[in-house]
């Protein structure tokens, strides 16, 4: 028994509060000590897309169609729940904030089948309410009795989130109609804004105490909350701006309300719905920005060290945007870096991987027009998404993937590279040795005179190795023209062969690896990446990179970026060529490998 452990017993042994109140901090700093010194954190956060908007799913039928929706990207959808009230009339939870109150027992019924639903893969649903209602249901911020009722009810949705095994509730607080954040809705003239503010906020502080009695632990999920408005100032004073904006002018001290109680465990998302027009990293950054440091001069000094423990940054993608492109202005393409290339399939998978990155956990994609599951009233006629938008389904979940995702940011980081190097006149480092197959000479020198008209040298690639199987009877051999300059890899007739080199490299690094290909005839131009450790053993399948589509008789670019493996000593380069015909030529030049880091 160690010295510490023989204290912290004998101080239990007293029995006396105040020592064991030390005792248990003591005991907090020798387990933290006793971690494995490797162990730097708890992880990464596992970030989620989200599904919201048209089809919305009912319990029931998300049930039905359980098997289906796992296929998608998502992690999670907002739900739509309905009750039966006593004479069987149904329930609509979505207008939460009407003057009718609710019985759990309504409801007891979607609970049950939100119990039926097991699936690993749908861990993040949430059931979907709004501030809005009619003029004729709205309660005003002093109405004790309608905000009793309103209290009940998001207790109530509480209640059904986590019996029904849900991860929160979704709050919309968009002004459809009245609302007790809008300045119009006032109802009593003769109040001024502050005392309706101070009302609000004690509006804010009842709602969130009555979820939080029910799910402590819960997420309240905002489509948005005061950072647009934050935003807006434009480095001004975003409480002016929180006046200004009529439909939103006590949705600070709403806010305020919910973080003057909410407790240790619960999380609130600000979604920023604002992000709809945009699709790049900078703008998502400057979103998050709002959320985290702008926003705080909308948030009480007492809440603000809450609201920076507790308040996530979400983003949102608008899908339909994707297909009425320019009219709705999805792609800030003027303000990418790079800019955005490929087809809208493409950008959408930029997008959500810049918002993932830039997000704390959640992504909601917002969506009208299209499905991802079948209309439940008239099936056949659904209209998918990956028909109006080719390869969406693909592009989300490659965005969702943390190590694609990763390889995106990657090849990011080398654009930067790649131009302050331009600017400073200093190349890149390339790894590979005699990648322009010029065995040392410069891109100008011209070949020797023999060899002058001839589709080979006499010499060998240096630093390359030539293999075929024992099928192919072709020819690889160093030729005496190229893309930029008189050298580069030569194939004729090759069914079956490569050029190869191993490079030294990192494990757990990133790389970009480029070369050019031109052919004349068929056969299939390729370029390989595989890895082996320190014994010259073979780690995971390679990587497999082809040109970019174009004529075949012009030089394209083969491009691609990999990460090495944890045990990975060298990169295995191979220039294969497959399938050719026997006079059929093809060549590979100026390839090229560097090590990308973060600038």
Same mark, same amino acid.
């Given at each position: ?66 098997? #289906?929706? @796992? ?23 979505? #207008? ?105 906020? #004690?509006?804010?502080? @009842? ?84 959320? &985290? ?10 809440? &603000? ?18 297909t009425a492109f320019p009219k709705v202005d999805a792609h800030a393409d003027v303000f990418t870096d790079p800019p955005l290339e490929g087809s809208f399939a493409d950008r959408l998978r930029e997008a959500v991987c810049s918002a993932l990155d830039a997000a704390d956990e959640y992504v909601w994609i917002y969506n009208e027009n299209y499905r991802w599951w079948p209309n439940e009233k008239n099936p056949d006629a659904t209209r998918y998404w990956d028909e109006i938008l080719p390869g969406a389904t693909e592009a989300l979940l490659a965005a969702k993937d943390p190590l694609r995702r990763s390889l ?10 790649? &131009? ?59 030729? $005496? ?19 190869? #080199? ?10 970009? $690896? ?86």
């Open positions: 028994m160690s010295r510490i452990t023989r204290l912290l017993t004998s101080i239990l042994a007293t029995r006396d509060p105040s020592l064991i109140g030390i005792c248990f901090l003591l005991g907090g700093a020798v387990t933290a000590l006793a971690q494995s010194p490797t162990d730097s954190g708890g992880g990464p956060i596992r970030k989620k897309l989200i599904e919201l908007g048209g089809g919305v799913l009912t319990p029931s039928r998300l049930l039905a169609l359980q098997t #289906q929706v @796992e296929q998608t990207p998502f992690d999670g959808l907002a739900l739509k729940i309905t009750g039966a009230d006593d004479a069987g009339k149904p329930v609509n939870t979505f #207008q939460i904030c009407t003057l009718s109150p609710w019985k759990r027992e309504w409801f007891q019924g979607e609970v049950n089948t939100l119990k039926k639903l097991k699936s690993g893969k749908l861990t993040d649903n949430f059931m979907s309410v709004s501030l809005s209602v009619s003029a004729t249901d709205f309660a005003d911020a002093f109405d004790d009795a309608g905000w009793k009722t309103i209290a009940d009810k998001f207790a109530i949705a509480a209640w059904i989130a986590r019996e029904g095994g849900l991860r929160g509730v979704m709050f919309d607080p968009e002004g459809y109609g009245d609302t007790v954040i809008k300045l119009g809705s006032r109802r009593h003239k003769d109040k001024s804004y502050e005392e309706y503010a101070v009302k609000v906020r #004690q509006r804010g502080r @009842e709602v969130m105490a009555a979820m939080a009695r029910e799910y402590p632990d819960m997420v309240f999920f905002t489509l948005f909350m005061n950072s647009g408005t934050a935003l807006g100032a434009l480095g001004g004073d975003p409480r002016v701006e929180a006046v200004r904006n009529a439909s939103y002018a006590f949705y600070p001290a709403f806010v305020n309300g919910w973080l003057d109680v909410v407790p240790p465990g619960l999380t609130i998302v600000d979604g920023f719905e604002m992000s709809y027009p945009h699709s790049d990293e900078a703008q998502y950054l400057k979103h998050v920005n709002a959320i &985290r440091n702008t926003t705080l001069a909308l948030v009480a000094p007492e809440n &603000r060290l809450k609201y920076r423990g507790q308040v996530q940054a979400g983003l949102a993608i608008y899908m339909d945007a994707y995106t940011r990657a090849d990011k980081e080398f654009s930067v590279s790649e &131009r302050k190097a331009r600017a400073r006149g200093v190349p890149l480092r390339n790894l590979v040795k005699n990648g322009d197959f010029n065995n040392g000479a410069a891109s100008t020198a011209p070949p020797d005179a023999a060899g002058v008209g001839k589709p080979t040298a006499k010499e060998t690639a240096t630093a390359w190795q030539t293999v075929q199987s024992e099928a192919s009877k072709g020819t690889l051999a160093r030729a $005496v023209t190229g893309y930029a300059g008189y050298g580069s890899a030569f194939a004729k007739g090759v069914k079956d062969g490569m050029f190869v #080199q191993e490079v030294k490299v990192a494990p757990q690094s990133f790389y970009k $690896v480029r070369a050019w290909v031109r052919q004349i005839g068929k056969g299939v131009a390729s370029v390989r990446v595989g890895w082996r450790d320190t014994e010259g053993r073979e780690l995971d399948a390679p990587h497999t990179f082809v040109p970019r589509l174009s004529p075949v008789e012009q030089w394209r670019q083969i491009t691609g970026t990999v990460k090495s493996p944890a045990r990975a000593a060298t990169l295995v380069l191979q220039l294969r060529v497959t399938d050719q015909p026997e006079r059929d030529i093809l060549w590979f030049d100026d390839v090229e490998l560097y090590s990308i880091s973060v600038n």
